[in-house]
C-alpha cells in the first residue's frame, strides 16, 4: 500500500512561511503525478500545485510566485515551501499520489496537515 504521511503544518503569521512535507513509502520517481490539495472549512478542496514525474509544475492562480513544490527522489519526500502567506492560505492541506497499475489507475492521500495563517 503507498502511504502518505504529511507534517509541518501549524501557525504563521501573515507574511511569513512555511515548508509542508510529505513522505512517501515507495520511491517518488516511481509516481507519475504527486500534489498538494487545501480545503477550508465549508469549501471544496482545492488543488494547490502539482508535480509530474516530467518535471512539469503546475499551481493554482492563487498561489503562484509564492508556493514551490519540488520531489526530493533521494528522501523520497515532496515538499511544498509556502511564503507571503496571508490568511486566505488557512486550511488543511493534503498530499496526493496518483499511479498507474496494470488493472487501472490509483489515488492515494495523506491524512491532512493544518495551515493557519493569522496574527
Known amino acids: 500500500q503507498l502511504q502518505l504521511v504529511e507534517s509541518g503544518g501549524g501557525l504563521v503569521q501573515p507574511g511569513g512561511s512555511l515548508t509542508l512535507s510529505c513522505a512517501v513509502s515507495?520511491?517518488?520517481?516511481?509516481?507519475?503525478?504527486m500534489s498538494w490539495y487545501r480545503q477550508a472549512p465549508g469549501k471544496e478542496r482545492e488543488l494547490v500545485a502539482q508535480?509530474?514525474?516530467?518535471?512539469?509544475?503546475n499551481y493554482a492562480d492563487s498561489v503562484k510566485g509564492r508556493f514551490t513544490v519540488s520531489r526530493d527522489n533521494n528522501k523520497d519526500t515532496v515538499t511544498l515551501q509556502m511564503n507571503t502567506l496571508n490568511p486566505e492560505d488557512t486550511a488543511v492541506y493534503y498530499c496526493?499520489?496518483?499511479?498507474?497499475?496494470?488493472?487501472?489507475?490509483?489515488?492515494?492521500w495523506g491524512q491532512g496537515t493544518q495551515v493557519t495563517v493569522s496574527s
Open positions: 508535480t509530474l514525474s516530467s518535471g512539469i509544475k
Open positions: 515507495v520511491r517518488v520517481p516511481s509516481i507519475p503525478l
Open positions: 496526493h499520489a496518483m499511479k498507474i497499475h496494470t488493472e487501472g489507475r490509483a489515488d492515494y
